[in-house]
């Protein structure tokens, strides 16, 4: 059911009948250590690269979601995967063991927001009805994919972020307990473009998408922003949440009670973050860790997830491209 301009309500419950989530050892020692189902001792994960290591997370993100919901391969009517690695190798290669129809998604760290914006439209009026969503990232491969390789040493600039090394996975089901967490709406986000050049800011190129993500959000479904417990961003930074609070502010909506993001909270403050964490596996894995699992203990209600994402490219960083941003938001109610 459309819901003014750009959001939509789910015609069925939809439960959130699980989640995953596997880090890094750095991500391990951040603030949300205890919450994660398993962090790695090293990064590499017997593994020769990091992209290889980055594909085994997401089989196993994939392989414990479905188990944990006490499900079988065959129960699965679909997997939707994304991450930030060129033709999606880490989730695609990670699905071809599985033998379940799988659709590849990309919209960079805003991925996991559009894999379940496209979950809910799959789910129910006699289509499917169950499907796993999962998204990743690995800190060794997206430098190497986005920027400069480990080996070089570069110096990160005061505005960068350090991507998240993780996979966090969901299973949507037409079937659920009480208790459980339930999708319930979805605003999918346009580009927005406000001329940032800078590939090592991406929390000001993100920043406007997720503010115009989230005003629509509120306006289509005539909600206030004291209607959700937390609206939580993907990976903007600490800058980049100051930048929504400020462009929201400006438009009558003040979130200072309620706005947070995932980057800006996945590390610890003693540890050298710089602006926090991004990647694909940012918002996935802290939203199958601390998020739904506080959920699930009633002391969080109600959660608007927007996860965001730079669409660029090291080529066009390199011919002088701007960066486009996107936002997805996911409302979730338990």
Partial sequence: MRKGKHTYKADEDIYVAGTYSIVGPTEGKGRFGCFF?????????????????????????????????????????????????????????????????????????????????????????????????????????????????????????????????????????????????????????????????????????????????????????GRGEDYYDYIFTGDLGKFGRETVYYLCKKEGYDLSGCLNDCGSLIYADKQKDVQGGSGAGCSSVVFASYIYKEMCEGNIKRVLLVPTGALLSKDSSLQGESIPGIAHAVAFEV
């Fill in 37 to 221: 189902d398993d962090v790695l001792e090293d990064d590499e994960w017997e593994c020769k690269t990091h992209e290889k290591t980055e594909i085994k997370m997401h089989k196993h993100a994939i392989e414990q979601v479905i188990a944990r919901a006490d499900k079988q391969r065959t129960d699965i009517d679909c997997l939707i995967g994304g991450d930030l690695l060129n033709q999606l190798v880490a989730s695609s290669f990670a699905s071809r063991e599985f033998e379940i129809p799988f659709v590849g998604v990309y919209s960079a760290c805003a991925s996991f927001g559009e894999a379940m914006s496209l979950a809910m439209f799959m789910l129910g009026r006699g289509n499917m009805r169950t499907a796993v969503c999962c998204t990743g990232s690995h800190y060794g491969a997206v430098e190497r994919q986005f920027r400069y390789p480990l080996e070089l040493g570069t110096q990160p600039t005061p505005a960068s972020q350090y991507t998240v090394t993780g996979a966090g996975s969901v299973l949507l089901s037409l079937e659920g307990k009480q208790g459980m967490p339930k999708l319930t709406h979805c605003t999918i986000g346009k580009i927005v473009d406000y001329g940032i050049c800078d590939p090592n800011n991406m929390g000001a190129a993100m920043a406007p998408a997720a503010a115009d993500t989230i005003l629509t959000h509120l306006k289509d479904t």
